[in-house]
Structures are given as C-alpha cells and as structure tokens.
C-alpha cells in the first residue's frame, strides 16, 4: 500500500538531504542481484534514520535485521567515534554482501556482524544500547521488545519497521495471517507498555519511534 503518491514521495526526496554515493550503489546492486529488495530502507527512510542516529549520537546500536547492511549504514553516521554498531541476522549468503559496503564506509571498524538466531544472541550481549532498530522477521517483534527493554538505557530508542504492514493493520485479519497479528500485537505493547512513550510515523510502511522513560 502507498499512503502517499508516487509524485509526492519523489517531492519528499528531491526536498530532503540526498541519498550520500555508496548508498546509492548499494541500493542499485542490491536491486540488482538481491531476492526482495522491497526490504532495503531506501533514500528517504535512511536519511530518516541517520537523522535521528545523529541526533543521540549514540556510543551503542543495536540492528535486528540487517538485509543488505543499508539501513545499518544510515544508522553508523551518528555514531560516537568510539562507538560500535551491532547488527545481527540469519542469512549467511549475505554475510560477505554486507562486509564489503561496511568496509567501503569508513564505518567497518565499528560495524559488527552477528550471524544467528537473534533470540539466542541478544540475552549474550552485555551492552546498554542507546539505539535499537527492530526489522526482522515480524512474529517475534513482542520477542525482541522484551528482550532488549532492559538492554535500552534511560532515554533511549528503540525504533521499529513495517508497524503498518501494507495496511493490514486495518484489515480484517486471516486466522492463517502470523505476521499481521504479531504486528498488531506489537503496536498494542508499545502503546500500553509504561517504560516507553510511543509515536508511530507514517514512513513508508510505518516506523515507530519508542523512548524509554
């Protein structure tokens, strides 16, 4: 679902900072040679992300998701200089895909991957994240929440993708449907869960913005 017109999305663009050159060839390439680049984060909600990266300028990141390193790229520009990102994901055969723009950015060093099962790997890590950025695999959205809210520091984000799902979030929902009730749920916690304050943007396929009180 488009919630807004193409001519506008184009407008957003042109009038917002511009896509920086390795990103535009990891987008191409990524169009190019990878199954579902739907995935990608793209110009507009990247430059969101970097925004809001420099913003806190956080020493720790932590990616769920990390597809072919677009979005974890955007999230590096705000980090300290002593800062690390930690991004972790399932798919191997991307593993080397990614490492290759990582070390292109300036940012490999502080780039490190994590290849598995995310359930298993966040209760090992013995960080205090000040940025969270949740794109996986949707069922496990309230999974990942729980697991890193402790992990957060005071005044921390935790942002989240596809919380509009394509507009199913409107729709009456399959019972066969996983993926819509588990997003449907996850927005339910956000909104109700006291250790955060919520705001949902209406970024491509939503992105909501969760700061920890």
């Given amino acids: ?49 970097s925004l809001i990266s420099k913003l806190i300028n956080p020493k720790y990141i932590l990616e769920i998701g990390t597809y072919t390193g677009y979005s974890a790229l955007c999230l590096a520009e705000g980090l300290q200089k002593n800062g690390e990102l930690h991004t972790l994901d399932n798919n191997e055969e991307l593993y080397d895909f990614q490492r290759t723009y990582f070390d292109k950015s300036g940012f490999g060093n502080q780039i490190h991957q994590h290849l598995g099962n995310a359930l298993e790997i966040i209760p090992e890590m013995d960080l205090v994240f000040d940025l969270v950025f949740i794109d996986a695999d949707k069922e496990n959205y309230t999974n990942y929440f729980h697991l890193i809210v402790d992990k957060l520091k005071p005044g921390g984000l935790i942002l989240s993708d596809n919380v509009l799902w394509s507009g199913k979030v409107l729709e009456p929902v399959k019972d066969s449907d996983k993926s819509t009730k588990a997003i449907l749920e996850y927005n339910k916690l956000l909104k109700s869960d006291k250790r955060v304050e919520t705001v949902i943007l209406p970024i491509r396929d939503g992105l909501t913005v969760s700061r920890k009180k």
């Fill in 1 to 49: 679902m488009h919630f807004i017109s193409d001519e506008l999305e184009h407008y957003i663009e042109a009038h917002s900072e511009n896509e920086p050159e390795l990103l535009q060839q990891l987008n191409r390439e990524t169009h190019q040679k990878i199954m579902q680049p739907r995935m990608l984060s793209g110009h507009y909600q990247g430059r969101v992300l």
